[in-house]
């Protein structure tokens, strides 16, 4: 059984930054692809960054501010946000991709998905 557990959210100011941690288990980590995704009171669920073994991918909101990286040794991927803006606020999630085939910035291509962590971005 595949777990992913985020953790690092919280409350911040405008500007000032943090880093999620999302540990996975279950399944040979590094054959993966591993996304962020976030969902804000009454929008969906939106792509915000990926890393797989070809390179690094973020939403253009995000592009600049959010660091994606994964350390396969530790079965963990991290999301380090800087710069943060209220309208990062929202539930954060770590996914796991089903595998290779398919979009790495569509939802529907992970099929492993941990509890999610808020974040809160105060102006």
């Known amino acids: 059984q595949v777990q992913l557990v985020e953790s690092g959210g919280g409350l911040v100011q405008a500007g000032g930054s943090l880093r999620l941690s999302c540990a996975a288990s279950?399944?040979?980590?590094?054959?993966?692809?591993m996304g962020w995704f976030r969902q804000a009171p009454g929008k969906e669920r939106e792509f915000v960054a990926a890393?797989?073994?070809?390179?690094?991918y973020y939403a253009d909101s995000v592009k600049g501010r959010f660091t994606i990286s994964r350390d396969n040794a530790k079965n963990a991927v991290y999301l380090q946000m800087n710069s943060l803006k209220p309208e990062d606020t929202a539930v954060y999630y770590c996914?796991?991709?089903?595998?290779?085939?398919?979009?790495?910035?569509?939802?529907?291509?992970?099929?492993?998905w941990g509890q999610g962590t808020q974040v809160t971005v105060s102006s």
């Open positions: 890393i797989n073994w070809h390179g690094s």
């Open positions: 996914a796991q991709k089903r595998s290779y085939s398919g979009s790495i910035y569509s939802s529907g291509e992970y099929d492993r």
């Open positions: 279950g399944r040979t980590f590094s054959n993966y692809a």
